[in-house]
């Protein structure tokens, strides 16, 4: 039989206050790792029955979804990609989890990169550490190959072969870092 004194396991107020904001910090930090969102944030792709949130500095055009959507809900390694009408604009190449976009690179066409981790909301962030970056890139470069496999079973060669030079400039990008 076990017995315990509660005299010899008491905490005293200031340890149960430092217990409290420990508590309450992580329970924070999870709702951020998960990417928590309004409902309000997500967005369905207008082509098929696909729900996803989509990354701030991504928003402003319609957003497709390419790649798994599982209980209708993007998933994996793919791409989300702004088109206004037959133009496309720029892209997220990146994991998914649940329609939460995880870790990856939106490509503004061209016109640089945002890389990191999904947090708050958004990819990235100003002060994100080297790894970071790295992960990110890598995971970009993950999803851009896993998009030119698609076009390639969907016998779309013209996308494959683009998708095959968007991972090659991705994997220049991951070297240089």
Same mark, same amino acid.
């Given at each position: 039989?076990?017995?315990? =004194?509660?005299?010899?396991?008491?905490?005293?107020?200031?340890?149960?206050?430092?217990?409290?904001?420990?508590?309450?910090?992580?329970?924070?930090?999870?709702?951020?790792?998960?990417?928590?969102?309004?409902?309000?944030?997500?967005?369905?792709?207008?082509?098929?029955?696909?729900?996803?949130?989509?990354?701030?500095?991504?928003?402003?055009?319609?957003?497709?979804?390419?790649?798994?959507?599982?209980?209708?809900?993007?998933?994996?390694?793919?791409?989300?990609?702004?088109?206004?009408?037959?133009?496309?604009?720029?892209?997220?190449?990146?994991?998914?989890?649940?329609? &939460?976009?995880?870790?990856?690179? &939106?490509?503004?066409?061209?016109?640089?990169?945002?890389?990191?981790?999904?947090?708050?909301?958004?990819?990235? =962030?100003?002060?994100? =550490?080297?790894?970071?970056?790295?992960?990110?890139?890598?995971?970009?470069?993950?999803?851009?190959?896993?998009?030119?496999?698609?076009?390639?079973?969907?016998?779309?060669?013209? =996308?494959?072969?683009?998708?095959?030079?968007?991972?090659?400039?991705?994997? &220049?990008?991951?070297?240089?870092?």
């Amino acid at each position: 039989m076990f017995e315990f =004194s509660k005299k010899k396991y008491a905490m005293g107020a200031a340890a149960r206050r430092a217990a409290l904001r420990m508590l309450l910090g992580g329970l924070a930090s999870l709702a951020l790792a998960a990417g928590a969102q309004t409902a309000t944030d997500w967005v369905k792709d207008p082509s098929r029955d696909c729900r996803f949130v989509v990354p701030a500095s991504l928003k402003g055009a319609a957003t497709y979804w390419v790649g798994a959507c599982p209980g209708g809900k993007a998933a994996g390694l793919g791409m989300l990609r702004n088109r206004e009408g037959a133009k496309a604009g720029n892209a997220f190449y990146g994991e998914m989890r649940e329609g &939460i976009p995880v870790m990856g690179a &939106i490509d503004f066409d061209g016109g640089g990169y945002r890389v990191g981790r999904f947090v708050e909301g958004d990819l990235g =962030s100003r002060d994100g =550490s080297w790894q970071e970056r790295h992960d990110g890139f890598e995971a970009a470069l993950r999803a851009a190959r896993a998009v030119s496999a698609h076009y390639v079973e969907t016998k779309n060669p013209a =996308s494959a072969r683009h998708y095959a030079e968007v991972a090659r400039q991705l994997d &220049i990008q991951l070297d240089a870092d």
